[in-house]
Every structure is written in structure tokens, then in C-alpha cells.
């Protein structure tokens, strides 16, 4: 099939890998919006209007489905929009919380500000009977994107540093830049990172086809390129402006 995938920059990167490690025989074709980076401190409006834009553009681009690799695009706009392109749409929140069902009892949601403050991912995992503690940590994307990667250790332990005593038995990445920091969450806090591209992947009823893949980006550098050669695995991958 032809899978049209997007997020603001590198954490749909980080799914994107994990779609074509567990659904390999596929094409797929990625929407990086580097341009308005980040996603986590825009308003719903700027929000509705980079997804429309975006979806148009992979419909153009003849997919079979749309795999929202965000997690404020997720719970922010989602429920509206879902239904309105013609084509199947799926969000990254529904599937993480159905296959945390009776699998856990206090978590660390972890997310951006308007994904924490949208109250939406943690109310879907209340109604799974799970207790959610939750944390915005607006400083992880910037970094994550950026040059100052040494500088995550100190807002890892300003944003965490309450929750080391408590009882939390996963941490859950509520934004897709979050598992390329799984390592040192995990080291601060002992506490398991959910693999949240495995539980992406493998809720997505998806038939085998040719492989292939195409990146875009709004905006493009050299780190940016070099940060998608590390995290896909592949030094030859070439990225396209839009
Ligand atoms: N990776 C996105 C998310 O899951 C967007 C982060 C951002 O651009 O702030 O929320």
C-alpha cells in the first residue's frame, strides 16, 4: 500500500523507521513540517490548517491511508477531522491506549504542552482504568531538532525530577520525538520508555505491496539530513524540499 506518513520533523522519522522495520513491504511517503516547528506550542487553528495542507498534499501524492505521526496533531484536531479527506486517517493516541489496556497501572504520560493540555491522551487512558500522571516538557522537540543535544540531561531532570519516588511502571512518550530519548528517560527515572512505533505498526491492518519510500521537508539543513540517515539507518536516504 501506499502509506502517506507526517509529523512536524524527526519524530515521525522515529515511527516512520519503526513502520518500515514491522511493515516492510510498503511504500511510504513522509511529510516532514520543519518549517513550523514546533507543533507542541501552536493553536488549534495553525494546527487544522498545517494538517489540511499536508494531507492534501500526500492525497496528491495517491496514498491509501494517512498515519498522523504526532501526537498534538493526535489529540488536538483529530476527532475533527478524521472524517473529512475521504481516505482512511489514523491518529497515533487510539492504539497506544487500546493496547495498554489491563497491561499497566500508573504511567508517566509525557508530552507537549498542547498535548498535556488538550486533557485528551490522558483521559483515554483513564478509561482504561490506568492512572496518568502527566508532564509537559516543552523543551524536548527544540532540542531533539537542534545542535544543544547535551543540554537534555538537565531538562530531563527539571521536567522528571518529581516523579522519581513514585510508583510509575511506564513512561509513555506522548509525542513522537520522545522515543529518540528513550535511553536517557529510561536512565533517570528506571523506568520503562513504551516502544510506541511497535504498537503504531502493528495496529495497522496494512497489505503487503512494492517497497518504496519518499521523504519531504519544509524546510531542510545538513543535520537535519544527517539526523534522518541516523535514525532510518540508511546513509544513502536523499530528502526532498517542499
Ligand atoms: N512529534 C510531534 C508530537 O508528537 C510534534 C512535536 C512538536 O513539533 O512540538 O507531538
Known amino acids: 500500500m501506499r502509506i502517506g506518513v507526517f509529523?512536524?520533523?524527526?519524530?515521525?522519522?522515529?515511527?516512520?523507521?519503526?513502520?518500515i522495520k514491522y511493515k516492510p513491504n510498503n511504500e511510504y511517503i513522509y511529510f516532514g513540517d520543519t518549517i513550523n516547528l514546533p507543533y507542541g506550542?501552536?493553536?488549534?487553528?495553525?494546527?487544522?490548517d498545517y494538517?489540511?495542507?499536508?494531507?492534501?498534499?500526500?492525497?496528491?501524492?495517491?496514498?491509501?491511508?494517512?498515519?498522523?505521526?504526532?501526537g498534538t496533531i493526535s489529540s488536538n484536531i483529530y476527532e475533527e477531522i478524521k472524517d473529512s479527506y475521504g481516505i482512511?486517517?489514523?491518529?497515533?493516541?487510539?492504539?497506544?491506549?487500546?493496547y495498554l489496556e489491563n497491561k499497566c497501572h500508573d504511567v508517566l504520560l509525557l508530552a507537549?504542552?498542547?498535548?498535556?493540555?488538550?486533557?485528551?491522551?490522558?483521559?483515554?487512558?483513564?478509561?482504561?482504568?490506568?492512572?496518568?500522571?502527566?508532564?509537559?516538557?516543552?523543551?524536548?522537540?527544540?532540542?531533539i531538532e537542534g545542535k544543544n543535544k547535551e543540554d537534555i540531561n538537565k531538562y530531563i531532570e527539571e521536567y522528571l525530577i518529581d516523579y522519581k519516588n513514585r510508583n510509575i511502571d511506564l513512561i509513555i512518550p506522548g509525542c513522537t520525538h520522545y522515543p529518540l530519548i528513550s535511553k536517557e528517560l529510561e536512565n533517570y527515572l528506571n523506568v520503562k520508555v513504551l516502544d510506541i512505533g511497535y504498537i503504531i505498526a502493528s495496529s495497522l491492518d496494512i497489505k503487503d505491496?512494492?517497497?518504496?519510500?519518499?521523504?519531504?521537508?519544509?524546510?531542510?539543513?545538513?543535520?537535519?539530513?544527517?539526523?534522518?540517515?541516523?535514525?532510518?539507518?540508511?546513509?544513502?536516504?536523499?530528502?526532498?524540499?517542499?
Request: proline content about 3%; aromatic content about 6%.
Open 7 to 19: 509529523d512536524s520533523g524527526l519524530g515521525g522519522i522515529a515511527t516512520l523507521k519503526d513502520l
Open 41 to 48: 506550542e501552536k493553536t488549534k487553528e495553525e494546527l487544522k
Open 51 to 70: 494538517a489540511d495542507k499536508i494531507i492534501n498534499f500526500l492525497k496528491e501524492k495517491e496514498v491509501d491511508m494517512i498515519i498522523i505521526a504526532c
Open 88 to 98: 482512511p486517517i489514523y491518529d497515533i493516541i487510539n492504539p497506544i491506549c487500546n
Open 112 to 143: 507537549t504542552s498542547m498535548t498535556i493540555r488538550s486533557k485528551v491522551f490522558k483521559s483515554k487512558l483513564e478509561e482504561k482504568n490506568i492512572k496518568v500522571y502527566d508532564k509537559e516538557c516543552p523543551m524536548f522537540v527544540p532540542i
Open 209 to 242: 505491496s512494492k517497497k518504496g519510500l519518499e521523504i519531504y521537508f519544509s524546510k531542510i539543513d545538513d543535520s537535519l539530513l544527517e539526523n534522518v540517515k541516523r535514525i532510518i539507518g540508511d546513509t544513502e536516504i536523499k530528502l526532498k524540499k517542499l
